[in-house]
Antibody, heavy 119, light 107 residues
Framework: EVQLVQSGAEVKKPGESLRISCKGA????????ITWVRQMPGKGLEWMGR????????NYGPSFQGHVTLSADKSISTAYLQWSSLKASDTAMYYC????????????WGQGTLVTVSS | DIQMTQSPSSLSASVGDRVTITCRAS??????LNWYQQKPGKAPKVLIY???TLQSGVPLRFSGSGSGTDFTLTISSLQPEDFATYYC?????????FGQGTRVEIK
């Protein structure tokens, strides 16, 4: 069974760093790109960026370039989203999703990781 | 970057109603358009990809149409489990933006 399992909820203070994870199971991790999507409280879906686990090639959305870093460790089938200095505006639910190769849709999603940034 | 605009932002409908949601791209995207359904507290789920292809397991009451810049998601007979928020997404170019969402509520 294909699964994307994300790390648990986090509560952080502004200025702190954070890395959340997304572990793939039940499929060849390097055969599909992993995308990250942000959903702020009560708001819509925002595409943050994607990573190719084969070579860690990344693309970032313009609102996220320079603010987050995507990485992946193919040896343990895990993708990461990290911040070096969190802001209150980073409070959101973060989803990882697997993108199909040809038809470019997200067929499997993680359960989401809620990040709360508050002083 | 391509912008996606959905309408309406929300709608109220009754079980059994036919519901239509539209999505407009700021430039031509061929049929590079997906539709997702999201229920509260859950991850999104793909319904339709490449504008009109029904994802495996999705009920036949869902259909998608359109090409170029204008697209439509139709629910032929709304069921209780269809009350949710629906998002379109273009995959023609990076970044693959989502529309702002359409919330379908019970009348």
């Amino acid at each position: 069974e294909v699964q994307l399992v994300q790390s648990g909820a986090e509560v952080k203070k502004p200025g702190e760093s954070l890395r959340i994870s997304c572990k793939g199971a039940g499929y060849s991790f390097t055969s599909y790109w992993i995308t990250w999507v942000r959903q702020m409280p009560g708001k819509g879906l925002e595409w943050m960026g994607r990573i190719d686990p084969t070579d860690s090639h990344t693309n970032y959305g313009p609102s996220f370039q320079g603010h987050v870093t995507l990485s992946a460790d193919k040896s343990i089938s895990t993708a990461y989203l990290q911040w070096s200095s969190l802001k209150a505006s980073d409070t959101a639910m973060y989803y990882c999703a697997r993108r199909t190769a040809g038809t470019k849709f997200y067929d499997y999603w993680g359960q989401g990781t809620l990040v709360t940034v508050s002083s | 970057d391509i912008q996606m605009t959905q309408s309406p932002s929300s709608l109220s409908a009754s079980v059994g109603d036919r519901v239509t949601i539209t999505c407009r791209a700021s430039q031509i995207i061929s049929t590079s358009l997906n539709w997702y359904q999201q229920k509260p507290g859950k991850a999104p789920k793909v319904l339709i990809y490449t504008a009109s292809t029904l994802q495996s397991g999705v009920p036949l009451r869902f259909s998608g149409s359109g090409s170029g810049t204008d697209f439509t998601l139709t629910i032929s007979s709304l069921q209780p489990e269809d009350f949710a928020t629906y998002y379109c997404q273009q995959t023609y170019s990076t970044p693959p933006a989502f529309g702002q969402g359409t919330r379908v509520e019970i009348k």
